[in-house]
């Protein structure tokens, strides 16, 4: 769980410093131009990365199915060796997802205008500055765009559907509780995520609003990767129990004297 969390990690820092630098100098030193070189590249890193993001989710659902349905060939099963394959495996299938239709972007004639009304160079507007019919383009980046996000999406509801059998067998509450404690903060992660993308994305340029589409895309690039650290720390029990060790040995609470001038406090309080 913990080697799929620091590559996740390490995606999302990642997918945050595509548009967000970029953004911050345009409103602290007004430089809101790029270049066509630039804004390719920012175009593909955002969706390389968003890309991979998925397919590294529906792989985390992957290891918690075998970790809550296989716990005792759980270690057998996933080893770091198969582990590393998978997190290849996101890196390149995403790779070659996303580079065709970054050629067929690159390649259209731009002659309507040079101004982007976005915060990054996203698909859908740098598309409409096309000076010819882009619909072929729409349809293919729409194809993929379902196969990617909506495939992954199938892999990680299939998990979670065999995961809630297999826990509902449990016949202790504690044990079943325990079980979904587990998943909890892989399926908020993926409920946010996936929420926002396919709204943003799944879409042809029909049902394109400029507004609406930059609100979603700040979720997406800012909100969700500033979230995402705080919900797999704070519901993970083994973090909170580092965070009170830590505590205890700087002497926030836990020690003899702390202790005694809390219960004397409480004394005092009811008393």
Same mark, same amino acid.
């Given at each position: 769980?913990?080697?799929?969390?620091? $590559?996740?990690?390490?995606?999302?820092?990642?997918?945050?410093?595509?548009?967000?630098?970029?953004? !911050?100098?345009?409103?602290?030193?007004?430089?809101?131009?790029?270049?066509?070189?630039?804004? *390719?590249?920012?175009?593909?890193?955002?969706?390389?990365?968003? %890309?991979?993001?998925?397919?590294?989710?529906?792989? *985390?659902?992957?290891?918690?199915?075998?970790?809550? /349905? $296989?716990?005792?060939?759980? @270690? %057998?099963?996933?080893?770091?060796?198969? /582990?590393?394959?998978?997190?290849?495996?996101?890196?390149?299938?995403?790779?070659?997802?996303?580079?065709?239709?970054?050629?067929?972007?690159?390649?259209?004639?731009?002659?309507?205008? $040079?101004?982007?009304?976005?915060?990054?160079?996203?698909?859908?507007?740098? =598309?409409?500055?096309?000076?010819?019919? &882009?619909?072929?383009?729409?349809?293919?980046?729409?194809? !993929?765009?379902?196969?990617?996000?909506?495939?992954?999406?199938?892999?990680?509801?299939?998990?979670?559907?065999?995961?809630?059998?297999?826990?509902?067998?449990?016949?202790?509450?504690?044990?079943? !509780?325990? %079980?979904?404690?587990?998943? %909890?903060?892989?399926?908020?992660?993926?409920?946010?995520?996936?929420?926002?993308?396919?709204? *943003?994305?799944?879409?042809?340029?029909?049902?394109?609003?400029?507004?609406?589409?930059?609100?979603?895309?700040?979720?997406?690039?800012?909100?969700? @990767?500033?979230?995402? @650290?705080?919900?797999?720390?704070?519901?993970?029990?083994? =973090?909170?129990?580092?965070?009170?060790?830590?505590?205890?040995?700087?002497?926030?609470?836990?020690?003899?004297?702390?202790?005694?001038?809390? &219960?004397?406090?409480?004394?005092?309080?009811?008393?």
């Amino acid at each position: 769980m913990y080697f799929f969390l620091r $590559n996740f990690s390490f995606v999302e820092i990642w997918f945050t410093t595509v548009t967000v630098p970029k953004l !911050l100098a345009g409103f602290l030193v007004g430089s809101r131009t790029i270049s066509f070189v630039g804004c *390719m590249a920012q175009c593909y890193f955002y969706f390389l990365l968003g %890309a991979t993001e998925f397919l590294l989710l529906g792989v *985390m659902s992957f290891d918690r199915y075998q970790a809550v /349905c $296989n716990p005792l060939r759980y @270690p %057998a099963l996933m080893t770091r060796k198969f /582990c590393l394959r998978l997190v290849c495996g996101t890196w390149v299938a995403a790779f070659f997802t996303i580079l065709g239709p970054l050629i067929m972007v690159t390649g259209l004639p731009y002659c309507n205008s $040079n101004v982007i009304n976005h915060f990054f160079c996203d698909r859908t507007p740098l =598309v409409n500055l096309a000076c010819t019919n &882009t619909e072929w383009v729409e349809n293919i980046n729409l194809l !993929l765009a379902g196969v990617l996000i909506l495939g992954s999406l199938v892999l990680t509801v299939i998990s979670y559907c065999l995961i809630t059998v297999a826990v509902l067998r449990i016949p202790s509450a504690q044990g079943r !509780l325990k %079980a979904f404690s587990t998943c %909890a903060s892989h399926m908020t992660v993926v409920t946010i995520v996936y929420g926002s993308h396919i709204f *943003m994305h799944v879409r042809t340029t029909h049902t394109y609003t400029e507004r609406t589409d930059k609100v979603v895309a700040l979720m997406t690039s800012v909100v969700a @990767p500033s979230l995402n @650290p705080f919900i797999y720390t704070l519901r993970n029990e083994k =973090v909170k129990e580092a965070l009170r060790d830590a505590a205890r040995k700087r002497g926030l609470f836990g020690t003899k004297e702390f202790q005694e001038k809390r &219960t004397g406090f409480h004394r005092i309080i009811v008393g």
